[in-house]
């Protein structure tokens, strides 16, 4: 019997995201609330002759352009690994959704390569190599909540998962990160965003906190602003959009209303998930004989 190994691979949102100021390198320095929700792709890896990658949704890539591949060849080059798999991966979480979903599919196959190949790297070697995929690479690789700083990728940890239901919601349209960034006016926030999420509930956020990247996305893609203003008429406390869109997030203080908004989103045809208050991602690699 071959050995299967399976883990799942979380998304992102972003609680509130200042854009400070553009960098020379064409990156922008920013500060952001980051924290998971339940949606998730799920991982499956087995020995095999060759390196190769399947994809569930056939539209994305599975060549030098996805994020899996540019991590199993930094291991090749960086940390020695020489063994071969098949890496099978089931696709829920939308692409160019806001949702972090290519940046912790990265993460996982660096953590999963690690243990099942027995590279031998500390979390802290993974998380160098990460950064050099993708700014939000080493927030996976930490697997708690944080402030992130810097292009993103600098997070120091801080206990802002909300305790309370988060529905987040894809428009089914796609948001550029380039166009995002290349129309928002970086600036000084109004409010120290650590202090927001540390001391404030949920309902004040919705006077507090800001996507600065909501500017720039919500003239070009109507329907973003729209389920915005959809997720408060449901009932939310909070509601924002999520990094470089298109997905939006609504934080609810009670079950059942969030339950409705969950539940209202999918009528309209729309792919939504519901995050359970306190939610904690699993990591766990668990090897499965088959």
């Not at 399976?6 to 854009?19: E, F, P």
């Not at 979903?101 to 160098?128: P, V």
């Not at 059942?256 to 009528?267: D, G, L, Q």
């Not at 306190?278 to 766990?284: A, I, L, T, V």
Request: aromatic share 10%; proline share 5%; hydrophobic share 40%.
């Amino acid at each position: 019997m071959a050995e299967l190994w399976i883990s799942n691979s979380y998304a992102k949102i972003n609680l509130g995201l200042n854009v400070i100021e553009r960098l020379d390198d064409g990156y922008h320095a920013i500060e952001t609330g980051f924290c998971f929700i339940e949606w998730n792709d799920r991982f499956e890896v087995k020995p095999s002759g060759r390196m190769d990658l399947e994809m569930s949704d056939e539209k994305i890539p599975v060549d030098d352009r996805n994020l899996i591949v540019q991590a199993v060849k930094l291991l090749q080059k960086e940390a020695g690994l020489k063994d071969e798999f098949h890496i099978k991966v089931e696709k829920n979480i939308p692409t160019s959704a806001g949702l972090g979903g290519g940046s912790s599919n990265a993460a996982t196959i660096l953590r999963m390569m690690n243990k099942i190949a027995n590279l031998g790297l500390s979390q802290e070697d993974l998380i160098k190599l990460g950064g050099r995929i993708g700014a939000d690479v080493p927030f996976f690789l930490k697997g708690e909540p944080g402030l992130g700083t810097g292009r993103g990728d600098d997070i120091e940890p801080l206990d802002i998962q909300p305790d309370s239901w988060i529905v987040t919601v894809y428009p089914n349209i796609e948001s550029s990160t380039a166009e995002a960034y290349q129309f928002c006016e970086p600036a000084e926030p109004e409010f120290s965003l650590k202090n927001v999420l540390v001391d404030e509930e949920p309902d004040e956020w919705r006077y507090l906190l800001m996507n600065d990247l909501e500017k720039s996305v919500f003239p070009r893609l109507h329907l973003v602003g729209n389920v915005k203003d959809q997720m408060y008429e449901f009932g939310a406390e909070y509601a924002s959009m999520s990094g470089s869109g298109s997905s939006v997030f609504g934080v609810f203080e009670q079950d059942f209303v969030a339950i409705n908004a969950y539940e209202s989103f999918h009528k309209l045809g729309f792919p939504a998930n519901l995050t359970r208050p306190g939610f904690k991602p699993d990591q766990g690699i668990y090897l499965k004989e088959g």
